[in-house]
């Protein structure tokens, strides 16, 4: 255990401080996530960018959440937006556009500009961190889709409003916040100075 500690990297205060300061304003701004949600809507839908997300978007993550619901042994059916779990009285979920995530993909991507700016760390590790973060945002997307289908499964809508509503932004904030800790610490890289010296 002691040797295992001693091969852990460790991660400067200053890493730790600008952590906490991230999860602070975040969980500051939390009540106005809905309304500023509802806003990136509207410009999404004004510029038409909503299309892909709807037509090509979705329906690859309907049949992504419908595989981990077979493998956690629910009967499933899907159509191009539509989930279906059970056979003699199926239950139906739908997964719009603007539920599947994007938004996340958005906030990984402002965060991964600012923690990512400059020359301290190297280019492979930086884009390392990149995929490792989208990858990450992705499977967190799926498992809110998945969390939310079962709760409306099993104990209805309100419930599962209430998961999808505020769950979901809670276990994202969670996730960026690993996922910058877990960058610091294992995957950036600090690239060396002209001298030599890092």
């Known amino acids: 255990m002691r040797q295992f ?26 009540p106005f996530m809905a309304t500023f949600n509802d806003l990136l809507t509207r410009i999404v839908i004004n510029f038409k960018g909503y299309w892909f997300i709807r037509e090509v978007i979705v329906p690859f993550e309907v049949r992504v959440v419908a595989v981990v619901l077979a493998a956690m042994g629910f ?82 809508q309100l419930p599962a409003t209430i998961i999808h509503d505020y769950g979901s932004i809670l276990a994202f904030i969670a996730w960026l916040f690993f996922f910058w800790w877990f960058s610091y610490a294992f995957v950036l890289e600090q690239a060396e100075t002209v001298d030599g010296r890092k």
Request: charged share 10%; proline share 2%.
């Open 5 to 30: 500690v001693d091969k852990v990297p460790s991660v400067s205060k200053d890493t730790f401080v600008t952590l906490f300061l991230i999860l602070v304003l975040l969980l500051m701004f939390f």
């Open 75 to 156: 009967d499933v059916g899907v159509t191009k937006e539509y989930v279906v779990l059970g056979t003699s009285a199926p239950f139906i979920a739908e997964i719009v556009w603007n539920c599947i995530g994007w938004q996340s993909i958005l906030f990984f991507a402002i965060t991964a500009f600012v923690g990512l700016q400059g020359d301290k760390y190297t280019n492979f590790s930086k884009a390392k961190a990149l995929v490792i973060g989208a990858l990450g945002t992705f499977l967190i997307n799926i498992l809110r889709i998945v969390v939310v289908v079962i709760s409306a499964y099993y104990f209805g």
